[in-house]
Structure formats: structure tokens, C-alpha cells
């Protein structure tokens, strides 16, 4: 994830700005930059890879650099290569500028700009369309210029922006991505992250969304969206640099949890417009007749990914009227698909680098199949090989459990279906408007799902849960693939041993293990099979089983028949496996707490796995 530092004082700009971004190296990222003052002219260096790459593209500076700005960009807009890199410089060469966040409408900017001939662009990015705004609103004010330039801008942003003109002063503006500024004595720091600062400030001031500050090395000034003086608060930081990596949570999986109403908005900004009632993707390069000839999909991925395939399979027959194969990767080539012309393979992948994955990939590309990635990282393999690539912005997952790669993962199968199913003349327009309000719904109800009451529930019952060696989750319809989802987590990290089957088929056999206090599972969020849900509840209630529901508000009689629940807000039967995926996240984390086992690293598992 990108990473910002900035610097103003008296001590070497660039070994302040250098350390702070090796201290953000764990955050994940593949270039990086600084730009700062040298007598009348800002300079800009940049290198795709490490921030030691970095060093050595800056060679020896003279030390008597004051201020500057540094960034390790986690490529989202455009491949990670030198150009991409931020800084990026305006045309005359006086303004430089780091960006958090995703620009939504640069490339109407970027095609006004470029008709104009007004600023010529040497990136792929977003981003660069901010620099050259800047430039064209500058009248001898670097605030004002900012301000005014980001009046035409929509998307999220943390940016930091320096001028030869104004030296010694840095300007930054917030909007959905992080900035706090860190103060000093004779010094002041702004960055994306407290652990870029701890090591010379613990006093800071988090900008708000629509606020603006003006730092320079004895003052910091806050600014409303309106432009008025705004009094902050000065924070102490109290965490030792482990706690500040994990944003103060325990581990990296209960942060990447919580990261997951923002992710799931990033995934979607941009490709939904709640007001048209539309999905555009636009950006896959589709023709239209390619999409309505289509007549099979295969989806193919492992592990946490194929469990996301599983509900692709039911949302894209549902919303785009197309036959779904999902198949485990590491068996796909092996069962010889009858491939034919018409078909397209849908391969998902966090990581991009998935051995298995990638082989189907590569099999069905040679039997001239075109082939959609859906995947997290920008450069990796499986999105350099497929011929159409949905990225989920759900930034760098550093623990092996993947939940947001997850949940992002289904929101790109909801965003395909629903475009598919308009293109393909599938899917009612009033539905379809009705499908994109509930999704853009989803972050707030992610929220309520994740409120400290709601942790609370599921941390008690784990107390009960990890007592055991063997425990079973059971749903029906889109529960069911949300139920293997949350044993696989149960599995993975607190080693207890958790069997996911179809609520209907426990009567076939696994019954037979049921024994009195045993914990069940039971995801019991979908409308139209809740009755018979309910019938497979008591056949467990009936052998002594312990069932602790996940279940909507709403639907009562749950709730008379379990000895535990959980209520998800209302939802459309559709889009609940969203929010119905948390509370066993969440489970499996606290399982594994109260066992002690080592959450953010299950013994004899990888994050990325490039063997077959
Ligand atoms: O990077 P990928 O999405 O291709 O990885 C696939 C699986 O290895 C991965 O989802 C794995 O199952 C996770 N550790 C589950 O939490």
C-alpha cells in the first residue's frame, strides 16, 4: 500500500525522509521517490523496486536539504516502473506531488488536458493529473492552488505537495486516505502512517476528510474544506513500533479485517454509479457481442479464492443468465475441460502468483480462450498473461488468512455479473439498480457488522468454541460456500479441526458426529430456504449440538431455536455472503487467540503459493 513521509526542519530532509520509508516498507510496495529542494529547483528521483534502490539512485546529496517529500507506491493506475513512481513533477518543473488514493474521474481530466496540449503526461497514473491541476490553479499561493484545484477532483486522496516557489513549506489535503502530521521542536513531519514517525515525534494531529494543512518547519497550519482556521487536537501516541505496523491492533489479520468496509469501497469506487443504477467496467475492454455470445464460464482458483468462485458461480447465473463451472485449479487441467469457442475463464487470485492458478490460466489461454483475472497485485503474473483484468483494491494482505482479499474478490463477481447481465440484456433494469443500492450499502452495514459490541459476542463464544477439536459450519444455497469459507479460516488458523457441509445433507452422514455440546455453525442468512435451514437446526439441536446462528434481524424464529446467535443487518438474500463472511472471520481469529496459536503465520502454510 502506498506510503507517504514528508519533512520539514533541520536535520537532512532526505535521511528523515529515507528512514520513514523503510519504515513503511511492510505495508508492501514496488517503487519509490522523493522530490526536494537543491538551491532554486526542486529535485525529483524515483526507482521502480526498493527504497535501497532508491539510495542508490540518489548517490551522494549534499546535506543541506531541509525539506522534501518521499513515497513507496503500491501500483494501482499503471505498472510499477520508474515513470509511475511518485513524485510526480507539473510541467514547469516547480511543483512536485505524492498521492494516496484513487482518482476517479482523471482520465476525463487527462483527456481535457491532453485535447488542450495544455500539460503533456509522462505517467500512466491518476495521479499525475493533481500536479498539473495544481499547476494550472497556481497564482502565487501553493494552499489556495491546492484548494481550488482539488474543487475538481473526485475520489480519495492523501496528498503532499511542495513548490520551489514556496521553499519550505509543504501543503497536504485529505479525503478518504490517511495523513497525520507529526510535530517536533524546530521540526514538523507529515505522513500516511504513525510508524514513519515514531522515531522522532509522538505528538501528532490526524487531518480530518476535507481538511488542509500548510507545514512548514516552526508552523502547521489546518484548514476547513471552506478554508477557515481549524484548532486540532494534539495526540500522544503510546505504541511501540509493532503495534503502530498493525495500526495498534494485535495482529495483522484483525487489522485487515477492520480495513474491510474501506476496501470494499475502493473495489467498487468508481465501477458502480448508485445514481444511474449501473455497473461500468468499462475498463476490461469487452466488445459487447463478445459478452452477449458468450454461453459458459469456468472459474478457476484455490483455497479462499475458489470459495469466492463458488458464489460466483451462483451470482453470475443469476444476474448474467450464464452456465458457471468452478473448478480448484490444482484439478483443473487434469479433468480435460471440454473447452469451446463462446467460453470464458475466470481465474482469481490475491496474490497473482498462484502456481496452480496460473497453469489454468495458461492452459486455457493456449486453447485460445480469453481469460479475466480478477486479482490484488498490479505486475503480477496472472494479470501480465490474462487478456482482461479486474483488480480489488484491497491493498497489500500481509497475513496468510486472507479475509479482505476475500471480500473484495466477491464484490468483483457482483461488479462482473451485474455488467455482464447488462450487456447481455439478462437482467431487469429496476433489479439491477436495486443490486448496485445494496451494494453501495455494504460499507456502512460492514461497519455495524464490526462495531465493538458485535466483536464482543463473537469473542465470547469463542471461549466456548476453542475448547474443541472438531466443530461444523452448515448453510444452505449462498450460505453454503460462505460456510466452507469460514471452516477453511477455522482450520487455518486455530488448527481446529472444522468440516463445512450443505445444511440438507448433514441427515446423510455427518450427523453421525454429532455429540452433545458440539459447536454448529449454522449461516442462516438466506430469505428463501430459511425454513428448511431451520428444519436441518433442529435435527442438530435434537443430537445435544450447540448451534450458534448468523442470521439476519428480521428473520425471529431463528433465534427460538439456536443456543447462540448473530444478526447481520437486513440484506438482500444476494449480498449477504458480504457481511455473513465477518463474524466467521472473526471467529476463527478469536478461536485461534484463545488457543494461542500464531494468527498472522498458521504453521506449514505460505501467503503466496508459486508451487504446484
Ligand atoms: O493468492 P491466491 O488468492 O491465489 O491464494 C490462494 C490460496 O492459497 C489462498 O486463498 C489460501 O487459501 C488462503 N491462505 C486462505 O486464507
Not at 500522544?236 to 476496501?263: N, R, V
Not at 503465520?601 to 508451487?611: D, F, I, Q, Y
Request: hydrophobic fraction near 40%.
Amino acid at each position: 500500500m502506498c506510503g507517504i513521509v514528508g519533512y520539514a526542519g533541520n536535520k537532512e530532509a532526505l535521511a528523515v525522509i529515507i528512514d520513514g520509508l523503510k519504515k513503511l516498507e511492510y505495508r508492501g510496495y514496488d517503487s519509490a521517490g522523493v522530490a526536494f529542494q537543491k538551491g532554486n529547483d526542486l529535485v525529483i528521483t524515483k526507482a521502480a523496486g526498493s527504497v535501497a534502490s532508491l539510495e542508490t539512485a540518489l548517490g551522494e546529496q549534499n546535506s543541506s536539504i531541509n525539506v522534501g517529500i518521499g513515497h513507496t507506491r503500491w501500483a494501482t493506475h499503471g505498472r510499477p516502473t520508474d515513470e509511475n513512481a511518485h513524485p510526480h513533477s507539473s510541467c514547469c518543473g516547480k511543483i512536485a506531488l505524492i498521492h494516496n488514493g484513487i482518482i476517479e474521474n482523471y482520465r476525463a481530466i487527462r483527456q481535457r488536458m491532453t485535447s488542450e496540449e495544455s500539460h503533456k503526461f509522462i505517467s500512466e497514473t491518476d495521479t499525475e493529473v493533481l500536479v498539473h491541476l495544481v499547476e494550472e490553479n497556481y497564482e502565487g499561493d501553493l494552499l489556495q492552488a491546492v484548494r481550488t484545484a482539488l474543487k475538481d477532483v473526485k475520489g480519495s486522496y492523501g496528498l503532499v505537495v511542495i513548490s520551489s516557489a514556496e521553499p519550505g513549506r509543504m501543503i497536504c489535503a485529505r479525503q478518504d486516505s490517511p495523513l497525520i502530521i507529526g510535530l517536533g521542536e524546530g521540526e514538523n513531519f507529515i505522513a500516511s502512517d504513525i510508524p514513519a514517525l515514531l522515531a522522532h515525534t509522538r505528538r501528532t494531529i490526524v487531518l480530518e476528510d476535507g481538511e488542509f494543512a500548510s507545514i512548514t518547519m516552526d508552523k502547521v497550519e489546518v484548514f476547513d474544506h471552506k478554508g477557515q482556521p481549524v484548532e486540532k487536537e494534539v495526540l500522544e501516541i503510546t505504541w511501540d513500533i509493532e503495534a503502530a505496523e498493525k495500526g495498534g491492533y494485535e495482529h495483522f489479520m484483525l487489522k485487515e479485517i477492520m480495513e474491510q468496509p474501506t476496501a470494499v469501497k475502493e473495489t467498487m469506487r468508481q465501477r458502480i454509479d448508485v445514481e444511474k443504477g449501473r455497473v461500468d467496467l468499462s475498463e476490461l475492454a469487452f466488445t459487447s457481442s463478445q459478452l452477449e455470445s458468450l454461453d459458459k464460464v469456468y472459474i478457476v482458483a484455490c483455497g479462499t479464492a475458489y470459495h469466492a468462485g463458488l458464489l460466483g458461480k451462483a451470482i453470475i447465473e443469476k444476474l448474467a443468465n450464464l452456465p458457471v463451472e468452478v473448478d480448484v485449479a490444482s484439478e483443473f487441467r487434469y479433468r480435460e475441460p471440454l473447452f469451446k469457442k463462446n467460453q470464458l475463464v475466470i481465474v482469481i487470485s490475491q496474490s497473482g502468483e498462484t502456481a496452480d492458478t496460473l497453469a489454468a490460466l495458461r492452459l486455457a489461454r493456449q486453447k485460445s480462450l480469453q481469460v479475466l483475472a480478477i486479482t490484488n497485485v498490479v505486475g503480477s503474473t496472472v494479470s501480465r498473461e490474462a487478456d482482461h483484468v479486474l483488480y480489488t483494491w484491497a491493498g497489500p494482505e500481509i497475513a496468510v488468512a486472507s479475509t479482505k482479499a476475500y471480500l473484495t474478490q466477491l464484490i468483483s463477481i457482483y461488479l462482473v455479473a451485474l455488467y455482464f447481465g447488462e450487456v447481455r440484456g439478462a437482467i431487469e433494469k429496476e433489479y439491477l439498480s436495486e443490486i448496485v443500492k445494496g451494494l453501495n450499502r455494504l460499507p456502512s452495514q460492514l461497519k455495524d457488522v464490526l462495531s465493538e459490541e458485535s466483536v464482543n459476542r463473537l469473542k465470547a463464544y469463542c471461549e466456548h468454541l476453542a475448547g474443541w477439536e472438531s466443530a461444523f459450519f452448515v448453510g444452505r444455497n449462498l450460505d453454503y460456500p460462505v460456510a466452507m469459507e469460514g471452516a477453511l479460516k477455522l482450520k487455518e488458523i486455530s488448527y481446529i479441526h472444522a468440516e463445512a457441509y450443505p445444511a440438507g445433507e448433514l441427515k446423510h452422514g455427518p450427523l453421525a458426529l454429532i455429540v452433545e455440546g458440539i459447536p454448529v455453525i449454522a449461516l442462516a442468512t438466506q430469505k428463501a430456504v430459511l425454513d428448511k435451514t431451520l428444519s436441518n437446526i433442529q435435527e442438530v439441536n435434537a443430537r445435544g449440538g450447540a448451534v450458534f446462528a448468523i442470521t439476519q434481524e428480521g428473520f425471529e424464529d431463528v433465534s427460538r431455536q439456536v443456543e447462540s446467535i448473530f444478526y447481520l443487518p437486513p440484506i438482500e438474500d444476494i449480498l449477504a455472503p458480504v457481511l455473513s463472511a465477518v463474524p466467521t472471520q472473526l471467529i476463527a481469529y478469536y478461536a485461534a487467540i484463545a488457543r494461542g496459536s500464531s494468527v498472522d503465520k498458521p504453521r506449514n502454510l505460505a501467503k503466496s503459493v508459486t508451487v504446484e
